[in-house]
């Protein structure tokens, strides 16, 4: 038996959640998985390519932070890779714009062909580092999966919120650990000390999505560069 989420649970999940409009998501959806797996075969973009896992690990997993995104908001995600969250969001979230800022340049290239295919004119990709953004003081909220440790992310994302805009980092268990360790680059970069919410994945277990906000204009010294960043993390 395979494990994840097969084609008609994950129907199932999207028509709980998102009602009429889940047999167009669901339709969009497999049409991703589809193309992952085909450009998966000559592309990096995800080791996870068997669909019921990829419905569960990378769809539904990457839904899970829809409820925490403010309506209207404008969003940055962070390393999208092949799209996760940012694009899954998109593809649900019509009253959102999305920046997915990508540095690896075929990624970016698999993206806005997935953009293309699907008509979606809320969805930007910037070829471009986090860090090396000029945009400061812009967005509202950013997203991230799996792309740094905390402390690392902190930096790449909160100076480009808006005050009072919101970062949501999607972790694994050890996420409360992770924000412990983060402790002075919360402080330095004017975080309060955020909340962590529990999903639990049918048959992937726990993951912990991190919500923390902007409490005031970030100081013009951060980001560093991101070899000051990696050489030593705040």
């Given at each position: 038996?395979?494990?994840?989420?097969?084609?008609?649970?994950?129907?199932?999940?999207?028509?709980?959640r998102?009602?009429?409009?889940?047999?167009?998501?669901?339709?969009?959806?497999?049409?991703?998985?589809?193309?992952?797996?085909?450009v998966?075969?000559?592309m990096?973009?995800?080791?996870?390519?068997?669909?019921?896992?990829?419905?569960e690990?990378?769809?539904?997993?990457?839904?899970?932070?829809d409820t925490?995104?403010?309506?209207?908001?404008?969003?940055?995600?962070i390393?999208?890779g092949?799209?996760f969250?940012?694009?899954?969001?998109?593809?649900?979230r019509?009253?959102?714009?999305?920046?997915?800022?990508?540095?690896?340049?075929?990624?970016?290239?698999?993206?806005?062909?997935?953009?293309?295919?699907?008509?979606?004119?809320?969805?930007?990709?910037?070829?471009?580092?986090?860090?090396?953004?000029?945009?400061?003081?812009?967005?509202?909220?950013?997203?991230?999966?799996?792309?740094?440790?905390?402390?690392v992310?902190?930096?790449?994302?909160?100076?480009?919120?808006?005050?009072?805009g919101?970062?949501?980092?999607?972790?694994?268990?050890?996420?409360?650990?992770?924000?412990?360790?983060?402790?002075?680059?919360?402080?330095?970069?004017?975080?309060?000390?955020?909340?962590?919410?529990?999903?639990?994945?049918?048959?992937?277990?726990?993951?912990k999505?991190?919500?923390?906000?902007k409490?005031?204009t970030?100081a013009?010294?951060?980001p560093?560069?991101?070899?000051?960043?990696?050489?030593?993390?705040?």
């Open positions: 038996m395979e494990i994840g989420l097969s084609k008609a649970e994950f129907e199932r999940l999207l028509l709980e998102y009602g009429d409009k889940a047999e167009t998501h669901a339709k969009a959806f497999e049409v991703y998985a589809q193309k992952l797996i085909e998966n075969q000559h990096n973009l995800t080791a996870i390519d068997e669909p019921n896992s990829i419905r690990k990378h769809f539904w997993d990457c839904l899970a932070i925490l995104i403010p309506e209207g908001s404008l969003v940055a995600d390393g999208s092949a799209g969250p940012g694009l899954c969001l998109a593809i649900v019509p009253d959102c714009h999305f920046d997915l800022i990508e540095p690896t340049l075929k990624r970016c290239i698999f993206l806005n062909d997935m953009i293309t295919l699907f008509a979606l004119k809320n969805v930007t990709v910037l070829n471009e580092r986090a860090e090396e953004l000029k945009r400061r003081d812009y967005y509202d909220v950013s997203t991230s999966r799996a792309v740094a440790k905390l402390s992310l902190l930096e790449l994302s909160i100076p480009l919120l808006k005050v009072k919101k970062m949501i980092a999607m972790k694994g268990p050890s996420a409360d650990e992770e924000v412990l360790e983060a402790k002075q680059a919360l402080k330095l970069l004017d975080c309060d000390g955020g909340q962590i919410f529990d999903v639990h994945l049918p048959s992937a277990g726990l993951r999505n991190c919500v923390f906000t409490l005031n970030t013009s010294k951060y560093r560069s991101y070899a000051q960043i990696k050489k030593k993390a705040l």
